[in-house]
């Protein structure tokens, strides 16, 4: 999967368009190298119904997607970087965003999707703007998103953090703009708006 050309999907989990979060993902975006794909779903607007776990029902097998699902599902297959880009909602991501990774249990038992070993090796990230002023109540987020990658022998890439909570606020960020910057390159900075 590393040696394929980077395709980037990015999730937006914000319960308005334009918030924080999209605008600092945004920022991020534009260091990619050009040309990179980009795929932008915000998750609100997908009209993707609330998960239903199966697993202890009739046989346990995950029915094949359709409609909202299927877009979603093949979206994320088709992408070797897959971009969680949450706000902050009581210290871990949106519920829009939880429903999504939701849908990942469900994944692992469609017959042939084989969605845990397509999913090893791709690259996911986290971006995030919260109101607090202090980065650890992003650690919940980034600690979710992190262990989500494990379990699915992803590559985690970090969480980047931005400060804000009224529209616009993160665009006076400096730090998270400066981050930014660098992000989707792979090379950390000494900054406190990368979480691991």
Known sequence: MTDAP?????????????????????????????????????????????????RHTGDGVTPFAEGAERLVQDATLAATDIVIASPLYWYTVSGPVKNYLDYWSGWLRVPGLDFRARMAGRRL??????????????????????????YLKMDWR???????????????????????????????????????
Do not use: K, Y
């Open 125 to 150: 990230w986290g971006v995030t703007v919260a109101g607090d002023d202090d980065p650890a109540a992003a650690v919940p987020l980034a600690g979710a998103l992190r262990l989500t990658a494990g």
């Open 6 to 54: 980077r395709s980037f999907l990015f999730l937006l989990g914000s319960a308005r368009t334009g918030g924080n979060t999209e605008a600092l993902a945004r920022a991020a975006a534009e260091h990619l190298a050009p040309g990179t794909a980009q795929r932008w779903i915000h998750l609100g607007e997908l009209g993707l119904p609330p998960f239903t776990d199966r």
């Open 158 to 196: 970090g969480v980047l953090l931005g400060n804000g909570s009224r529209p616009g606020d993160v665009d006076r960020d400096g730090s998270a703009h400066a981050a930014a910057e660098a992000f989707f390159d792979g090379s950390p900075t000494a900054t406190p708006n990368l979480l691991f």
